[in-house]
């Protein structure tokens, strides 16, 4: 007997793995830690600028204008988040950013309690498109999809990332 409710019980929590597998791809509150300015992501041990270049975290909620800007003023970006936060900040790579997409979301697909006001726009990652090595990848906050289409000389939104230690 205990052997049939032991096998149900496995079975149950296959089920639940798998649902929770079914829903990868989208962002859950319940993975992240938010610290004012910077949010800790649980499932990826690093920690994100709560909001894009360009904006600052102000009265729980990110204010002012982001920017977007071409690939090689992205160190300046850093730097200045270095100099101003403290720490070793740098663009995302391509499955770090696309780890924010949250393909339930209405609006923006990026979970706005998490990161409020982000443009529903591309945004750099430090990823070059190994197809076509003249273009970086992009994730867009529109659609939920990812574009290797992107040169260096197009502005787009750039949210920085620290490793967690």
Avoid at 15 to 24: A, V
Avoid at 123 to 144: A, C, E, L, R
């Amino acid at each position: 007997m205990s052997t049939i409710k032991n096998k149900s019980y496995k079975s149950c929590v296959a089920f639940i793995i798998l649902c929770i597998s079914s829903n990868f791809n989208n962002i859950y509150a319940s993975d992240f830690i938010s610290r004012g300015f910077y949010v800790i992501d649980l499932s990826q041990k690093i920690e994100w600028l709560t909001c894009p270049v360009g904006m600052v975290w102000q009265n729980k909620t990110c204010v002012g204008k982001a920017l977007k800007i071409k690939l090689n003023e992205v160190n300046q970006a850093i730097e200045a988040a270095g100099k101003q936060l403290g720490g070793v900040w740098r663009l995302p790579n391509r499955y770090e950013l696309e780890k924010l997409v949250c393909k339930k979301c209405a609006n923006e697909k990026i979970n706005s309690n998490i990161f409020p006001n982000t443009p529903a726009e591309s945004f750099w990652t430090s990823d070059i498109n190994s197809w076509q090595p003249k273009f970086m990848w992009t994730v867009n906050f529109y659609t939920g999809h990812t574009f290797g289409r992107f040169p260096g000389f197009i502005p787009n939104y750039v949210r920085l990332v620290r490793d967690r230690k």
